[in-house]
């Protein structure tokens, strides 16, 4: 089979090529033991076709177990060795050579844990030596000079927080603290440094957090009732959501980040956020990936090549076989086949999501989001929000666009 077999059949078959290509090599394990290794390594269709073109392309990492060459491959390798496979190679840091169980990354090339580390002049001492971390500020520092906090951040954490709201219960902000980061008490040390340089953040200004972990410790103390201790709202929209997308210096939320990305698609010409980029690295809308011939897979409900709209245990479904989970509507009260409201959560049915009737709040004859058959509420009526119901510019009717 020639190499643009290979490439064709990453495509088609991404986990039957690496299969096929480790097989080829290792004769310690049989064919089922080598794709059981490889699905759980390689997990979704991007990352296995990625992987799937890597190997294609130099099947000699295989043998020799050696970067340049994607993550998956070196976890691929350390798998298959754990399960036995003999003629399978270790993957080899790049510098020293040395043969790896777990590897750190630096572009295309592994390393081990003291080659992978990077050298600068430390902060305190001068040397350039290896970074041993960062101190506060975010400088490096060798590992001769710690930066030193014999201070408890509980304690800390709580004065700061005594200053907004004196008598708060310090069980509670010791529970929040450690519920934040509870396995990395370094970054839980770091989160108490940003507060104290720009205790602000815990009222109002927490977009400005250097940390994600700060935007937890104050949902936390937040459900935890801890009075003075606001939530910050979005920068750009001005709504009250989770805000942990770095964007310009400041923390916004997940549809103001789409919208920074927005581009043209190549194929439809929508502008959206692009789910791809192709061979050329130029955009593709989500529509245009989903429908993309390579994309597309046999249905096992009515056999058609159509895109996948579910996975299951048995194979792809299509949208129309897709079956729909059976709910109680919300609206009707009668258990059928539905689906969950995106703008209540509430579950619907199939003729109340079709039904149209004069909602009892406006008085106009639209589709009903929410109330009862009885009395019936529109859209604009359930959730008046100006972003979301935008009057149309050929009728001037306040609808989703």
Not at 3 to 9: E, I, P, T
Not at 87 to 98: N, T
Request: glycine letters at 8%; hydrophobic letters at 35%.
């Amino acid at each position: 089979m020639t190499a643009a077999d290979h490439l064709d059949r990453a495509v088609a078959d991404p986990i039957g090529l690496i299969t096929d290509l480790v097989a080829d090599v290792e004769r310690a394990l049989d064919a089922d033991t080598i794709r059981a290794v490889v699905t759980a390594v390689v997990g979704g269709r991007a990352k296995s076709r990625h992987l799937a073109k890597a190997l294609a392309m130099r099947p000699a990492v295989l043998t020799d177990g050696r970067s340049p060459a994607p993550r998956a491959i070196g976890d691929l390798l350390i798998d298959l060795r754990k399960t036995g496979a003999s003629a399978i190679a270790a993957p080899v840091c790049a510098e020293c050579g040395k043969q790896l169980r777990t590897l750190q990354r630096k572009g295309q090339d592994w390393f081990c844990s003291v080659c992978g580390q990077g050298t600068a002049e430390c902060t305190t001492c001068g040397n350039v030596r290896r970074v041993g971390f960062r101190d506060r500020k975010g400088l490096p520092r060798c590992s001769m000079c710690p930066d030193n906090d014999d201070r408890d951040p509980v304690t800390v954490v709580h004065e700061l927080i005594a200053v907004i709201t004196p008598g708060a219960d310090r069980d509670a902000v010791a529970e929040a603290l450690r519920r934040t980061a509870p396995h990395r008490p370094h970054y839980r040390q770091r989160l108490v440094w940003a507060l104290v340089e720009n205790p602000r953040l815990l009222t109002g200004e927490g977009y400005l957090a250097p940390h994600r972990a700060i935007l937890k410790f104050i949902d936390l103390l937040h459900e935890a009732g801890v009075a003075g201790i606001v939530r910050p709202a979005c920068p750009r929209c001005r709504r009250v959501v989770r805000i942990d997308k770095p964007l310009d210096g400041q923390r916004v939320c997940r549809n103001c980040i789409a919208k920074s990305r927005i581009e043209e698609c190549v194929r439809c010409g929508a502008r959206r956020e692009p789910a791809i980029r192709d061979a050329q690295g130029r955009p593709l809308c989500p529509n245009c990936l989903v429908t993309d011939p390579a994309n597309v897979e046999v249905c096992i409900g009515c056999g058609k090549r159509r895109r996948v709209q579910n996975r299951t245990s048995d194979g792809p479904l299509c949208p129309n076989c897709c079956p729909l989970p059976i709910l109680v509507c919300s609206i009707c009260g009668r258990t059928a086949p539905g689906t969950h409201s995106r703008l209540t959560g509430l579950p619907r049915c199939g003729g109340c999501d079709r039904r149209q009737a004069h909602c009892t709040a406006c008085g106009r004859l639209r589709g009903i989001l929410s109330g009862t058959a009885e009395a019936p509420i529109c859209g604009p009526c359930t959730a008046p929000d100006t972003e979301l119901w935008r009057p149309c510019p050929t009728c001037g009717e306040a609808e989703r666009l």
